[in-house]
Nanobody, 119 residues
Framework: QVQLVESGGGEVQSGGSLRLSCVVSGTLISIYHMGWYRQAPGKQRDLVASITTSGSTNYADSVKGRFTISRDNAKRTVYLQMNSLEPEDTAVYYC?????????????WGQGTQVTVSS
């Protein structure tokens, strides 16, 4: 049974940094592309960063140059380094696994980790 557990969120001031972690159990992540999503209150959940099985990365325009996604297959963990945080980054952040990044993720949603950025 696949489980995803996100951690590392918190409250920071504008311009601050956070590093999120997503630990996956029940499967090897080496066979999956991985994505970080976020959902702000009253808004849909959006993909903000992805990393393929070969390590290629892609970012939403809103976070490009500020966020960095990485993966450690041996630890079954995906990271999201977030720098220069802005109040607009406030959201619950989730990770998930993909067989194909143009299709929806195939794993269950975890509880997410709350990121709050104050101005």
């Amino acid at each position: 049974q696949v489980q995803l557990v996100e951690s590392g969120g918190g409250e920071v001031q504008s311009g601050g940094s956070l590093r999120l972690s997503c630990v996956v159990s029940g499967t090897l992540i080496s066979i999956y592309h991985m994505g970080w999503y976020r959902q702000a209150p009253g808004k849909q959940r959006d993909l903000v960063a992805s990393i393929t099985t070969s390590g290629s990365t892609n970012y939403a325009d809103s976070v490009k140059g500020r966020f960095t996604i990485s993966r450690d297959n041996a630890k079954r963990t995906v990271y999201l380094q977030m720098n220069s945080l802005e109040p607009e980054d406030t959201a619950v952040y989730y990770c998930n696994v993909h067989l194909n990044l143009v299709r929806p993720p195939v794993g269950p949603w975890g509880q997410g980790t709350q990121v709050t950025v104050s101005s």
